[in-house]
């Protein structure tokens, strides 16, 4: 367990890079994603489509995966993102992994759920004190520990 105390007095602390730090491994995944699906946009839409997802939405995937890796990484509106993306992780992998006779897909499906319960701890303790959203204001930052 990270040290708790009042990080008001004592500045940046071990938790607030450690927040930082988590909060850029998991926007890792959705930003490098969102940026390939750009470099191959043919190729992304023919998975997609393969996977079972309407031709129309590939262009909102792409959009979506960059925005919302590039706002968790910030740490802008960490709240909602992280709750899209946790939304966002268990669909896209009930819908690629649905084949759970395979081990390959059920590797896959349960590493989607575990990336979630990381999206919605971000949902739930906000993204820290390193971030917009901790410069922003009080208003967005977890409640102190007790």
Do not use: C
Request: glycine letters at 12%.
């Amino acid at each position: 367990m990270l040290p708790q105390g009042d990080q008001e007095q004592r500045g940046t602390g071990l938790a607030d890079v450690a927040t930082l730090m988590a909060r850029l491994m998991m926007a890792s995944l959705f930003l490098m994603a969102g940026l390939e699906s750009f470099l191959d946009i043919p190729a992304f839409s023919t998975r997609l489509q393969a996977e079972g997802l309407a031709p129309y939405l590939v262009g909102l995937v792409m959009y979506f995966l960059t925005g919302t890796g590039l706002a968790l990484a910030l740490g802008w509106q960490t709240r909602w993102v992280g709750l899209a993306m946790a939304v966002f992780s268990i669909a896209s992998a009930l819908m690629a992994y649905a084949d759970l006779a395979s081990h390959a897909d059920l590797v896959n499906l349960l590493k989607n759920i575990a990336l979630s319960g990381g999206y919605l701890h971000f949902a739930v303790q906000g993204a820290g004190r390193l971030s917009v959203d901790g410069w922003a204001g009080p208003g967005n930052r977890p409640a102190p520990a007790k």
